[in-house]
């Protein structure tokens, strides 16, 4: 029996992460999973408020810890090096709980259902970034903008090093916003010469 709440809790989301490997998402229950974990089932519940939300788990701290970043970054960079200033800070810490995000990463690919729940975490969080970017001075429409491909070049990272665990997580970050750079200057120098 575990003796502390956060013993408890991350007992739980190691007994879901292992069912849902298992047997899948839908056919595991909040009580097997407390089962698993050595707990009863209301315990599963005072932690976590469905089965879903333990794959979910320190989206608030992820929250705070990206706007705090934002915030932080040195004065004088343009919207996108603050993302990937704050990206870099907070991706950390995923890459040092590699063995549960990995396997959390494929389960959510393979069931709608958190799929679903992924998208509307992922919109929070570029809202999130999106107002502190803001309060840092940037326009309504370019926080808007930057947040929503900074998140995206950020998942297209993850996604890159969950595929290729050679390189670290930092590196893809680097060669995701280098890329959207790239990206960036060829469609401006595109569009300069068909203006010409």
Do not use: C
């Amino acid at each position: 029996m575990p003796r502390s709440g956060a013993e408890a809790r991350r007992r739980l989301q190691q007994a879901a992460l292992e069912l849902y490997q298992e047997r899948g998402f839908d056919q595991t229950t909040a009580a097997e999973i407390a089962a698993r974990a050595g707990v009863n089932e209301r315990t599963f519940f005072r932690h976590f408020p469905d089965k879903r939300e333990v794959l979910f788990d320190g989206e608030a701290d992820l929250r705070a810890a990206l706007m705090r970043a934002v915030a932080e970054a040195p004065e004088g960079l343009e919207p996108f090096e603050i993302l990937l200033y704050a990206f870099r800070k907070s991706a950390r810490n995923l890459e040092n709980n590699r063995p549960f995000s990995e396997p959390r990463w494929k389960i959510i690919a393979v069931t709608p259902a958190l799929r679903e729940r992924e998208l509307a975490k992922h919109a929070w969080l570029t809202d999130a970034v999106a107002k502190a970017l803001r309060l840092r001075g940037a326009g309504d429409g370019l926080a808007s903008l930057a947040a929503r491909t900074g998140w995206a070049t950020y998942q297209h990272a993850v996604q890159a090093w969950i595929d290729d665990p050679t390189q670290s997580l930092d590196a893809h970050l680097l060669r995701a916003f280098d890329d959207l750079r790239a990206l960036s200057t060829t469609i401006l120098s595109g569009q300069t010469q068909a203006e010409s």
